[in-house]
């Protein structure tokens, strides 16, 4: 189950800037070394609650490709995500990016999407939101759920304001996830 909520995180933090997916640019051509985003995150999986924040930021950058290290604290520990290599010479796919287990099983249909404004940050962005469901099994555990995602193009490196995500994991076990951009910037 821990590797369904990091892998929920990673879906989350590399969902680019709301457009078409044929014409949206990859949104890490214009990032820098050293450049993050920083967001307020609340998970409860049944009973169990935490509150925290996950950044990711640009590790290393080449002409071909982006390499991303996103790292969360909860309870005051660090949790790391896997390292996400990402191909600049393609259309950013935030779903191919997802570093799922080895064996799962996992389908992500989109479900609707539209237009609002979100306040975050101390920010008012103009967003469009995506939303999908997900159905699927990662090491032994079922997962089936939904997600919504806030994006927009002013919103800094993954272009990410807001992020939604629940369901039942496991035994029907309930889950929830929320995060919301707080604060960004460079070295």
Do not use: H
Not at 20 to 42: C, I, L, M, Q
Not at 125 to 130: H, L, N, R
Not at 157 to 178: C, D, I, R, Y
């Amino acid at each position: 189950m821990k590797r369904l909520t990091s892998a929920a995180l990673v879906l989350a933090l590399l969902s680019p800037a709301g457009a078409d997916e044929k014409d949206r640019e990859n949104p890490f051509k214009k990032a820098k070394v050293g450049e993050w985003v920083e967001y307020k995150t609340s998970t409860a999986v049944g009973d169990n609650k935490a509150e925290g924040t996950a950044r990711v930021f640009v590790a290393a950058k080449n002409d071909k490709e982006a390499l991303l290290r996103s790292v969360g604290r909860v309870g005051g520990k660090e949790v790391a995500a896997p390292d996400q290599k990402i191909d600049l010479s393609k259309p950013f796919d935030p779903f191919a990016a997802v570093n799922l287990p080895k064996g799962a099983d996992v389908r992500i249909t989109k479900a609707g999407e539209g237009k609002e404004k979100v306040k975050a940050g101390g920010k008012e962005y103009d967003c469009v939101w995506q939303k999908v469901t997900i159905l699927g099994r990662a090491e032994g555990a079922d997962f089936n759920g939904e997600a919504t995602i806030w994006t927009s193009a002013d919103a800094p490196l993954t272009g990410m304001v807001k992020m939604e995500m629940s369901g039942k994991v496991a035994l029907n076990t309930p889950f929830k996830m929320t995060m919301e951009l707080m604060d960004s910037g460079g070295k």
